[in-house]
């Protein structure tokens, strides 16, 4: 039996046409992968991070680098490999020869959007250096404090392929990512688009240099984020998140179940993605288009599951089908 709902009037969004104008301007370097540019975008407006899983070559700098320049923010890449140190990504004190003091030098975590490339290849001192900053906004150094710059949005890669000289992320920074999204290859029509690029007078990067432009301002971003905070989210909604996320602690097959922290962040980011459809209220569409990949990366999977190689996906998909879902 479904439960009905009691919709509220619609409110003057002005989410929506920014983000019809940051898509059309997106899309002009990035073909495809609506699904993957839809949940970077929603974490992204939400104040949320995102692991990305996928082979090489699928343009995951070219989506941050896009999105960057259009969201008139700060890049940087750090490609993270089996040597880089914590101050390699947070920065250092250093002595001042002038001034006869130690300065600080900022690392390039201080930007924007970051891509943290390949971040399974770094030890776990290094993971526990992004742990402060994902989560609180600010790098301590040498027992002083540094707020990080608004927005900011993490966006870290993995190869699901090559495993030899990788390190597994521990539970507690996975939990830091608002989703974990898969990056697939293109299909036929958006893979001859990508190889056309390259025939045109202007390739991809090209146009991102020369003449990609910023369409959001702080300004508006502000106008975004408080339309995003009065998206209202009834009760049977909420009822209906938490019953998700605690099917999945008594599910077969699943040894640990999702944590409260993702029923915060299903509801945060279904507002957001609400708002970016043109509503102001959730309905379940919203939750169920995010609660996987909301949840892949928060539970374990019983070690029978495992051998018998079933996915954390496949489980979900059937763990959720026996939740009552509002209508």
């Known amino acids: ?44 407006l939400t104040g949320g991070h995102v692991l990305l899983e996928g082979v090489p070559g699928l343009g995951k700098t070219l989506l941050a680098r896009a999105l960057g320049k259009v969201m008139g923010c700060r890049f940087n890449r750090i490609q993270f490999t089996p040597d880089l140190m914590p101050a390699d990504v947070t920065g250092t004190h250093v002595f001042d020869e002038k001034l006869g003091d130690f300065k600080f030098h900022p690392g390039p975590i201080f930007t924007n959007i970051l891509l943290a490339d390949e971040i399974n290849r770094s030890p776990a001192k290094t993971h526990a250096a992004l742990l402060e900053v994902m989560q609180e906004r600010q790098v301590t150094v040498d027992g002083k404090r540094f707020k990080m710059p608004e927005p900011f949005l993490v966006i870290a890669t993995q190869n699901p392929i090559e495993t030899e000289g990788t390190y597994n992320l521990p539970e507690a920074q996975l939990d830091r990512f608002m989703f974990k999204l898969m990056i697939h290859y293109p299909d036929m029509d958006n893979e001859l ?11 991809p990067m090209q146009i991102l240099e020369s003449s990609l432009r910023a369409v959001v301002d702080r300004d508006i971003l502000a106008k975004m984020d408080q339309f995003i905070q009065s998206v209202q989210v009834q009760e049977k909604i909420v009822r209906f998140i938490a019953n998700l996320v605690r099917a999945t602690r008594s599910w077969q097959g699943i040894y640990t179940g999702a944590s409260p922290r993702a029923g915060v962040t299903l509801v945060q980011a279904a507002r957001t993605l609400a708002a970016m459809r043109g509503r102001a209220y959730v309905v379940p569409d919203d939750v169920m288009e995010l609660a996987l990949p909301t949840m892949r990366h928060r539970i374990t999977l019983a070690p029978e599951t495992e051998v018998e190689g079933i996915s954390a996906d496949s489980i979900l998909q059937e763990c959720f089908k026996s939740v009552e879902v509002p209508r």
């Open 1 to 44: 039996m479904e439960i009905e709902l009691d919709l509220p009037r619609q409110e003057k969004n002005p989410v929506q046409a920014v983000v019809d104008r940051i898509e059309s301007e997106v899309g002009r370097v990035f073909y495809g992968q609506k699904e993957l540019f839809q949940g970077v975008l929603v974490a992204l």
């Open 193 to 203: 688009a990508i190889l056309n690029q390259f025939i045109a007078p202007q390739n």
